[in-house]
């Protein structure tokens, strides 16, 4: 089936630096893309949504500016933590869908942000 | 808005028990419910949906009724096996399989 492919899997930063997450979609193409983070004890929550060769969009109270994401191919959607503090640790997933309302959305095994 | 509330884990249970992880949701409008499953080292996939009340999703044994009245979507399988020993999210969502509001997860451990 479909697979998505998310890197890294975990990384460990210091604090004020950038971190880049990657998430690929190996043989389909991602029109649209969503990235979700789940902080400890709570619930996967939806971040964005991300159209192929359009700006995202944000889910209220993301920082659009903290968190870049970069959709410029129909397989390679990139989220950004810009200057990363201790409280944007979290649990990081992206999914991935041929067309918006397609029935058929992958998930990506997620990357564990760990920040010093 | 809407909301998904599961079962907290983890949860162990032996081989061949019965297994039932709840869920309950707030949400305006018909939501669609979904079961997701994530294994470890793999992405979440889907188990099982349901789209309007007293639908039964159902896949690999695994068993959820859409229970308008109680609001819930309740997650069954009457025989556990080790392979099924993974983290099952509870989701809903208002616009088909897109937006998904999710829930806590519930790791899942089955012992032989």
């Known amino acids: 089936g479909a697979v998505v492919s998310q890197h890294p899997s975990w990384v460990i930063c210091k604090s004020g630096t950038s971190v880049k997450i990657e998430c690929r979609s190996l043989?389909?193409?991602?029109?649209?893309m969503f990235w979700y983070r789940q902080f400890p004890k709570q619930s996967l929550m939806l971040m964005a949504t991300?159209?192929?060769?359009?700006?995202?969009?944000?889910e209220q109270g993301v920082e659009k500016d903290k968190f870049l994401i970069n959709h410029a191919s129909l397989t390679l959607s990139t989220l950004t933590v810009t200057s990363a503090h201790p409280e944007d640790s979290s649990f990081y997933i992206c999914?991935?869908?041929?067309?918006?309302?397609?029935?058929?959305?992958?998930f990506g095994s997620g990357t564990q942000l760990s920040v010093l | 808005g809407n909301s998904v509330t599961q079962m907290e884990g983890p949860v162990t249970l032996s081989e061949e028990a019965f297994l039932t992880i709840n869920c309950t949701y707030t949400a305006t409008g018909y939501p669609s419910l979904f079961w997701y499953v994530q294994y470890p080292g793999e992405g979440l996939q889907l188990l099982l949906k349901a789209t309007k009340a007293d639908d039964k999703g159902s896949n690999k044994g695994f068993e959820a009724t859409y229970r308008k009245e109680t609001t819930s979507f309740h997650l069954e399988k009457g025989s556990v096996q080790v392979s099924d020993s993974a983290v099952y999210f509870c989701a809903l969502s208002n616009f088909g399989n897109e937006k998904l509001t999710f829930g806590t997860g519930t790791r899942l451990t089955i012992i032989p």
């Open positions: 043989d389909f193409q991602a029109t649209t």
């Open positions: 991300s159209n192929e060769g359009s700006k995202a969009t944000y």
């Open positions: 999914s991935a869908t041929e067309a918006e309302g397609n029935e058929k959305l992958f």
